[in-house]
């Protein structure tokens, strides 16, 4: 009996299961029991090859006595019992574990691509039942796993701001939804709020960048024409939303939206000289993403201000040529302009030098610490060079490069969601990319066109910044 005693705890721990502290409960007669029942949290999900930390789903499992008595789960076995592809995982490679709400299920994979696994509880009387996961998993990242993290459910990242304890929430370019996701977690937002009503827009707003001052959050479109040269109103947006609470906790309201800074930027330019060419870069069938086109990604308040801030442009560069310059043109009167509607005051320009590279990102401490991220104008597979700088804010005075980016994995970087305090030695930095353009899975879809949100995935990593060329850790 002892014997058999081990034996069977062997067989739960095989399963992914702990052994219970109490006897196996005696055999019950299959007529005096109903079919055992089987849910998971999601019907899918995605991990990545020798990623730390993969978000995992629950499985909750229940059975009865014919008389509808629950019976104790102890009496019921979870376990994977079938890959459809073995290669990408195979029921090895799954953990089961006990939790309060259930079972907990996580997969460790072993190559890219996707595969359905199937899971099956098996109760007193012999009795069982199956459910069908649908797993995705990406490839194995090159520069170290142990901090990167896959905010899920949206793929196309873009901006990204602190909301404390721990959280940030974040836009994407594709919808008007904003997500708050945990830092330190990979898997599905906690929180969401879909602003497009709000906005009166149907379409999205292709969030490109924002910046938080106290409570409020500015949030910014492109302002630019699409990829086919079109110009869509919503993009010309500038919205602000306001935070109350922190971390999980995080509330968010939308407050106000101008739909006007586009036209002002180009009568400001053309009263200027068009030294920015800002009327033939909007021009009909001018696509935003060229040298000399026009498309905004960075927002940030100037040293010490509530009312100034920084638009940081993609495209152009100053002068629009190879090795041109990065250009920032400062709003001087932001909150008047996003609050009641007035016309934007725009100060002299800012020309930066950033290798021949362009605002991708921008945001400063509370120090007056700025971190630019940069990256190409233009739109291709985001494996041209991409860096951080170090910026004091002032016109004038040059940014310092701190950092090259790995390029070799999927996704561009695109947003930073707080600076550290620059001159800590080892001041380390989160970034997230937008991955929709990337083919994830290997089949030749790009993430924004999956058919489940579960596997669209944006990459957070982070950054040492003590050396030119650090690296993630």
């Known amino acids: 009996m002892a014997a ?13 299961l702990t052994a219970p502290a109490f006897a196996a409960p005696a055999p019950m007669p299959s007529a005096q029991v109903a079919a055992p029942t089987i849910t998971l949290s999601a ?33 019921l076995k979870v376990e994977v019992i079938a890959s459809s592809n073995p290669a990408v995982a195979a029921p090895g490679d799954v953990r089961i574990d006990r939790t309060r709400g259930g079972r907990e299920l996580t997969v460790h994979p072993r190559g890219r691509g996707y595969t359905e696994l199937t899971v099956r509880v098996t109760g007193r009387g012999g009795k069982s039942a199956t459910a069908t996961l649908g797993y995705a998993a990406s490839a194995r990242v090159s520069g170290g796993s142990a901090g990167t993290r896959y905010l899920t459910g949206s793929s ?25 996701y945990d830092r330190s977690r990979s898997g599905a937002p906690v929180r969401t709020w879909d602003l497009g009503a709000a906005l009166g ?43 109350t609470g922190s971390g999980a906790a995080t509330e968010v309201t939308f407050t106000a939206a101008y739909k006007g800074l586009r036209e002002d930027l180009i009568a400001w330019d053309t009263a200027n000289g068009n030294r920015y060419g800002f ?57 008047q302009v996003v609050a009641k509607g007035a016309k934007a005051v725009f100060g002299p320009g800012i020309e930066l030098d950033l290798g021949g590279l362009a605002i991708r990102d921008i945001r400063k401490n509370a120090a007056n610490q700025y ?38 994995d999927p996704g561009g970087w695109e947003a930073v969601v707080a600076v550290p305090d620059l ?22 879809t790009e993430a924004k066109d999956l058919g489940h949100p579960e596997w669209k995935k944006s990459r957070s990593a982070w950054f040492t910044l003590d050396s030119v060329r650090g690296g993630t850790r």
């Not at 058999?4 to 992914?16: Q, S």
């Not at 001159?423 to 030749?444: C, E, K, M, N």
Request: cysteine-free; aromatic content about 6%; glycine content about 14%.
């Open 201 to 243: 827009v149907k379409k999205e707003v292709d969030i490109e960048a924002a910046a938080r001052v106290g409570d409020t959050v500015y949030w910014t479109g492109s302002l630019g024409n699409n990829k086919d040269g079109k110009y869509k109103a919503e993009r010309n947006t500038v919205f602000t939303t306001k935070i």
């Open 423 to 444: 001159r800590a030695p080892g001041a380390r930095v989160q970034l997230i990319t937008d991955s929709g353009s990337a083919d994830l899975y290997g089949d030749g």
């Open 279 to 335: 009327a033939a870069g909007t021009a009909a069938g001018q696509v935003p993403k060229r040298i000399d086109g026009f498309n905004v990604e960075g927002l940030e308040f100037a040293p010490g201000s509530t009312s100034t801030a920084y638009l940081g442009f993609r495209a152009p560069l100053a002068p629009a040529v190879p090795g041109g310059k990065a250009l920032i043109v400062p709003v001087t009167n932001i909150d």
């Open 156 to 180: 196309d990242a873009s901006a990204a701001v602190d909301a404390g304890g721990g959280y940030a929430l974040v836009a994407d370019d594709e919808s008007n939804v904003l997500r708050l």
């Open 371 to 408: 971190l630019i991220l940069a990256g190409s104008w233009a739109a291709d597979d985001n494996t041209d060079p991409y860096a951080l700088y170090s910026w004091d804010g002032v016109a004038g005075h040059a940014p310092k490069k701190r950092l090259d980016l790995p390029t070799t």
């Open 4 to 16: 058999a005693g081990a034996a069977g705890a062997a067989a739960l721990l095989v399963a992914g």
């Open 43 to 75: 019907g899918y999900l995605s991990g990545a090859v020798g990623a730390v930390g993969d978000a995992g789903v629950t499985v909750r499992v229940a059975q009865a006595a014919a008389t509808g008595t629950p019976l104790r789960d102890a009496a």
